[in-house]
Nanobody
Framework: QVQLQESGPGLVQASQTLSLTCSVSEASITKNYYYWSWIRQPPGKGLEWVGAISYSGTTYYIPSLKSRTSISRDTSKNQFTLQLSSVTSEDTARYYC????????????RGQGTQVTVSS
């Protein structure tokens, strides 16, 4: 069964860049027709899709964050990375990486995620 593990700093200074890595095991991130996504949940709010990178390396971002977001991958390590620049307190959230198919992310594979707090 595919497993995903998020890693990265739990505290980021405002205006800096948040960087998180997702390590995937038991499935290749180049597996056809799968996408590898980042979602987040701010305190007291629902889950928000941030963006994804496809099996072929194409990236997709939510329009509201597109100018600040970059998702990349390292196929040799089977990892993909989220970078979110110029962070503010509104980026404080628990971040998750999940696999996604054409009808949505596969929530059954969502783990504990990692809490990121933006400090001013």
């Amino acid at each position: 069964q595919v497993q995903l593990q998020e890693s990265g700093p739990g505290l980021v200074q405002a205006s800096q860049t948040l960087s998180l890595t997702c390590s995937v095991s038991e499935a290749s991130i180049t597996k056809n027709y799968y996408y590898w996504s980042w979602i987040r949940q701010p305190p007291g709010k629902g889950l928000e899709w941030v963006g994804a990178i496809s099996y072929s390396g194409t990236t997709y971002y939510i329009p509201s964050l597109k100018s600040r977001t970059s998702i990349s991958r390292d196929t040799s390590k089977n990892q993909f990375t989220l970078q979110l620049s110029s962070v503010t307190s509104e980026d404080t959230a628990r971040y998750y990486c999940v696999p996604q198919v054409n009808y949505g992310w596969l929530d059954e594979y969502r783990g504990q995620g990692t809490q990121v707090t933006v400090s001013s």
